[in-house]
T-cell receptor, first 114, second 107 residues
């Protein structure tokens, strides 16, 4: 196990609602990245947080937002949910100074939007 | 054009066989390259980094061809436990993942 935890494990929401997903990074890691993985696809980069600041963003609309807390845990918020937001949401933590391709993923939150 | 493209497979091979597959990437400025492994309904895990000179890790060999912008992974002496989806990952300002190549090793 990587030590990265996510909650909840599964979630069902209705179109138009808002959702908050949570991630606790591995001890000693100060960087958290969020990914969306649709069925049959690879993870798509949403954004990254480093020391509580957004530090890079992928091609996702502003209704995807996040936070990182002083203990380096993180939240992903999605407003105005759409059916296409149904996916596995993964967070990954890493330590600055290490090989940045080496990220440790949590088990993910499976979001279903109906 | 996708940033990272992979043959989705599936590659269905017997135990002990050798299997190899490639991925191509579009950004010539990409800095680093990796293979991740993802088991069914699990999170991705780093399998190995890919170096310009090519590198081995046990039964796994990775190659990088910058001129042609492709990366390969070869698995020798396949084990049942090698059954998984292998994700090609390219680093620019972010990590870009391919959709994965599925490998099934049968007894």
């Amino acid at each position: 196990e990587t030590g990265v935890t996510q909650s909840p494990t599964h979630l069902i929401k209705t179109r138009g609602q808002q959702v908050t997903l949570r991630c606790s990074s591995q001890s000693g890691h100060n960087t958290v990245s969020w990914y969306q993985q649709a069925l049959g696809q690879g993870p798509q980069f949403i954004f990254q947080y480093y020391r509580e600041e957004e530090n890079g963003r992928g091609n996702f609309p502003p209704r995807f937002s996040g936070l990182q807390f002083p203990n380096y845990s993180s939240e992903l918020n999605v407003n105005a949910l759409e059916l296409d937001d149904s996916a596995l949401y993964l967070c990954a933590s890493s330590a600055s100074g290490t090989t940045v391709g080496e990220q440790y993923f949590g088990p993910g939150t499976r979001l279903t939007v109906t | 054009r996708k940033e990272v493209e992979q043959d989705p497979g599936p590659f269905n091979v017997p135990e002990g066989a050798t299997v190899a597959f490639n991925c191509t990437y579009s950004n010539s400025a990409s800095q680093s390259f990796f293979w991740y492994r993802q088991d069914c309904r699990k999170e991705p895990k780093l399998l190995m980094s890919v170096y310009s000179s090519g590198n081995e890790d046990g039964r796994f060999t990775a190659q990088l061809n910058r001129a042609s912008q492709y990366i390969s992974l070869l698995i020798r002496d396949s084990k049942l436990s090698d059954s998984a989806t292998y994700l090609c990952v390219v680093k620019g300002y972010k990590l870009s993942f391919g959709a994965g190549t599925t490998v099934t090793v049968r007894a």
